[in-house]
C-alpha cells in the first residue's frame, strides 16, 4: 500500500495520444474527448486510449467505465489496475478477474455483453486493514488523480461550439432555439443577452428523450456532447446506446443528425435509413434525410419525406417549417405561408416567425412582416437573425429610422455580414444619407463583391453623389448578378440616362419590358423609355410612352408622373419646342457609347434629394419573389433621378 502508483506511461513523441494528453493536462476535456473517440475508431482494442479517455470524461460512472474496459482489454494494465482501486471498483492485493460488463458503453461498438460483475464485497477484509487501506487509498486519490486531471480539475471555459456552415437559411429539424438553429448566431448569443438584459431558456430538443439503465449516462454524455457541436463523438456515443438498446430509434437519429452537422451527408442518410426501417412512423427521421439529400444536392426533389414527416406527426412544427421552406425555394409562396402559419400555431417559434416574415415580404405583405418580424425577436432576442429580417421588414415598410437602429444593432455581433451592411447602406440610402450609405455599402462589396444588393445600393448611391464612373461598374455588376430583376436593370439605365448614354439606357430597359408585367412597374418602365427615346430624336413614339402613361390605371403612375406626362405630351407637339439643357457628363467608360444628338426637351435632371419624411415603397421587389428568397432591398429605387420624390 505503501507503493507509489505509477501514473500512465508517457507515449513516445510520435504517438497520436499526445494531442489529447496535453488537452486533458489543459483542462481542455471535450476537445480531448474528441481526439480520443477518433483514435477508438481506428483502435478499440488499445487500453491506453480508455485509460486517457477516462482521465477525460465528466462524471464517476463514465471514468469508471473506461478504466472497466482498459482493464478487461489489458488486465495488466498498470494505471487501469490503479485507478480501479482507487475507485473502488477492483479489490487490492488480489489477483484480479477479467471484470465482467452488463451491457456494451458509448464507445464500445465491438466489445459484446458478459456476465454479471462478480467483484468480491470489500466487507471480507478485516476492519484494521481496511481502514488503513482507506487512508492510504485516499492519499493516493488525491495525488494520482490531481495528476491525471480526473477529480480535482475541471475545466475553467466551456468549450466552443463547433459551427457548421449551411446555406440560409439556417434551420435544424429538432429544436427551436438560436443556439442549436441558427449556427452562425452561436458565438455571440451570450454577449447579445448579456447586452440586452433578457434572460433566456432554451426550448429541449426535439426526439431528446430519456432512457433508463446501463445506456442512461452514455445517452446523457451524448447530449451534453451535441450541445457542444460535438458530431463525431455524438454519432460514436448514440451508435452505441443503439447497440446496448436494440429499438433505440431516437439514437439513430441522432447518430444521423451528428453526422449531417458534421457535413457527412451520406453517412447521415444512411442512419436515417436504417432508423426508418426500424420505426417507419418516426416522423424526424424522415425530416433529417430530407435536410441531408438537400445538403448534397439543393435541387433535389424531398417532398414526399417532408410529407411523411408532417403526416406521421401532424404537431412537428419544425417540419413544418421545413417543408415551408421549400415550398417558397420552389416560389410556391402561398403554401409557404400556409406551413409557416400552422408552425407559428404549434410552437410559438422565432425560426416559424422569422421564416414567415420572409415569405411575407416576398409577397409585399410588408406590414404583416414587420409583426411576425417582431415577435419572433421578442421570442429570442439572441437569435441575430431575427434582427437581420427585422430591419428588411421595417425598410420595406418604410420604417427607414427603425431599420438603421436594428441593423445597427446586428452589424455590432456580425461585423464580417455582407448582407447586414447592404441593407444598412440602403436604409442610410433612403434617408438621403448619402456618405454614411457609401461608407456601409463599400463594406458591403469588400466583404463580398457578388452580393448583387450591395452592388446594386452602391452603384445608385455613386449616381446620387455624381460618381458615374463607379455607378456604371456597380450598376453593371449588379445587372450580371441578376438579369433578370427589373429593378436592376432600371437602375443601370439611370446611371446611363445621367451620364448621357440614351442609346445604352433604351437597350437597358427594353430588355426586361417582360418583366414589368404590374401597373406600376409599367409606369417606370414607360418613364424610362419615354425620357431615353426623346432624347434619342424617336419623338412620336416617346409621345406614345407619355400617353400610355395616362391610360394607366389609377395610382399605377404618382401624379407627379402624370404630371410630367401631360407636360411633355404638350412640349413635343408644340410648334416650337423649348430648347433643352444638354447634359454635360462625359463617361470615360468606355461601355458608354457616345450619345446620338437630342432634340429639344424638358431638361432631365442628375440628382435629387429625397427627404427623410418621404414615406418608403410598400411593396418588395419582383426579383425576390422569382428567386424565392426575398430581398427587400431591392424595392423600387427609393432615390431616383426622374420620378418625383413621392414615388420613392
Not at 430538443?205 to 433508463?212: D, G
Not at 427603425?402 to 455582407?418: F, G, H, I, R, S
Not at 446620338?596 to 426637351?601: F, N
Amino acid at each position: 500500500m505503501s507503493q507509489e502508483i505509477p501514473a500512465p506511461e508517457q507515449p513516445p513523441e510520435d504517438s497520436p495520444l499526445l494531442p489529447a494528453i496535453e488537452a486533458v493536462n489543459a483542462g481542455k476535456y471535450a476537445q480531448a474527448r474528441e481526439i480520443l473517440t477518433n483514435l477508438l475508431q481506428t483502435n478499440q482494442q488499445n487500453a491506453d486510449y480508455w485509460v486517457w479517455l477516462s482521465a477525460a470524461m465528466e462524471t464517476q460512472k463514465e471514468r469508471l467505465y473506461c478504466l472497466q474496459t482498459a482493464y478487461k482489454i489489458d488486465p495488466a494494465n498498470i494505471a487501469a489496475r490503479r485507478g480501479l482501486v482507487l475507485m473502488g471498483a477492483l479489490a487490492q492485493e488480489e489477483p484480479p478477474p477479467p471484470f465482467p460488463m452488463n451491457h456494451p458503453r458509448p464507445w464500445d461498438v465491438k466489445i459484446k455483453p458478459s456476465e454479471h460483475n462478480t467483484r468480491p464485497p470489500v466487507t471480507a477484509a478485516p476492519g484494521f486493514r481496511w481502514g488503513l487501506g482507506i487512508g492510504f487509498g485516499l492519499l493516493i486519490l488525491i495525488g494520482v488523480f490531481m495528476g491525471w486531471g480526473l477529480l480535482t480539475k475541471k475545466a475553467t471555459t466551456p468549450p466552443s461550439p463547433t459551427i457548421v456552415p449551411s446555406p440560409r437559411p439556417t434551420v435544424t429539424p429538432y429544436a427551436t432555439n438560436s443556439a442549436q438553429q441558427d449556427a452562425p448566431a452561436a458565438s455571440t448569443a451570450r454577449p447579445l443577452a448579456n447586452l440586452l438584459d433578457v434572460p433566456y431558456t432554451p426550448t429541449p430538443i426535439y426526439a431528446a428523450t430519456p432512457h433508463s439503465g446501463g445506456a442512461s449516462d452514455s445517452y446523457k454524455a451524448a447530449m451534453r456532447a451535441y450541445k457542444d457541436g460535438q458530431w463525431q463523438l455524438v454519432a460514436t456515443m448514440m451508435a452505441q446506446v443503439a447497440t446496448a438498446q436494440p429499438g433505440s430509434v431516437d439514437a439513430l437519429y441522432f447518430s444521423g443528425e451528428a453526422q449531417r452537422l458534421g457535413g457527412n451527408y451520406l453517412d447521415a442518410i444512411n442512419a436515417y435509413k436504417i432508423a426508418i426501417a426500424l420505426n417507419p412512423k418516426f416522423a424526424p427521421s424522415y425530416l433529417g434525410r430530407a435536410l441531408a439529400n438537400m445538403a448534397l444536392s439543393p435541387t433535389k426533389n424531398v417532398i414526399d419525406d417532408l410529407n411523411l414527416a408532417v403526416k406521421f406527426d401532424p404537431n412537428y412544427a419544425e417540419a413544418f417549417i421545413q417543408r415551408g421552406l421549400y415550398y417558397l425555394n420552389k416560389h410556391d409562396l402561398k403554401s409557404a405561408q400556409t406551413d409557416l402559419e400552422t408552425a407559428v400555431s404549434l410552437n410559438d417559434s422565432p425560426l416559424a416567425e422569422i421564416n414567415l416574415a420572409r415569405v411575407l415580404l416576398a409577397q409585399g405583405e410588408n406590414q404583416a412582416a414587420v409583426s411576425a418580424a417582431l415577435k419572433a425577436n421578442q421570442q429570442d432576442v439572441t437569435m441575430l437573425d431575427g434582427y437581420l429580417v427585422l430591419g428588411m421588414a421595417y425598410r420595406a415598410n418604410g420604417q427607414v429610422d427603425e431599420a438603421v437602429t436594428v441593423m445597427e444593432t446586428y452589424l455590432k455581433y456580425k461585423p464580417d455580414n455582407a448582407e447586414g451592411y447592404a441593407l444598412l447602406g440602403a436604409a442610410y440610402f433612403n434617408r438621403g444619407d448619402y456618405a454614411a450609405a457609401e461608407t456601409n455599402l463599400q463594406k458591403a462589396v469588400r466583404l463580398d463583391s457578388a452580393n448583387p444588393d450591395a452592388c446594386f445600393w452602391f452603384g445608385q448611391t455613386e449616381l446620387a453623389l455624381s460618381k458615374y464612373d463607379t455607378a456604371l461598374t456597380y450598376a453593371l455588376k449588379a445587372r450580371d448578378l441578376t438579369p433578370d430583376s427589373f429593378d436592376v436593370a432600371e437602375g443601370l439605365a439611370k446611371v446611363y440616362i445621367a451620364s448621357g448614354a440614351y442609346n445604352n439606357s433604351y437597350i437597358a430597359i427594353i430588355k426586361v419590358e417582360k418583366l414589368a408585367d404590374t401597373p406600376a412597374e409599367r409606369a417606370r418602365f414607360l418613364f424610362i423609355r419615354a425620357v431615353s427615346l426623346e432624347q434619342l430624336g424617336s419623338l412620336d413614339a416617346a409621345y406614345r410612352d407619355w400617353s400610355e402613361i395616362l391610360t394607366l390605371p389609377l395610382n399605377a403612375a404618382t401624379p407627379e408622373m402624370l404630371l410630367r406626362a401631360q407636360a411633355r405630351i404638350i412640349a413635343i407637339h408644340s410648334p416650337t419646342p423649348s430648347p433643352t439643357i444638354t447634359n454635360t457628363v462625359t463617361p470615360s467608360s468606355t461601355l458608354i457609347p457616345t450619345s446620338t444628338a437630342r432634340p429639344t426637351s424638358t431638361p432631365i435632371p442628375t440628382s435629387t434629394t429625397r427627404p427623410t419624411s418621404t414615406p418608403m415603397p410598400t411593396s418588395t421587389s419582383r426579383s425576390a419573389a422569382k428567386t424565392g428568397t426575398p430581398h427587400p432591398t431591392n424595392t423600387p429605387t427609393p432615390y431616383d433621378i426622374y420620378l418625383p420624390t413621392s414615388t420613392r
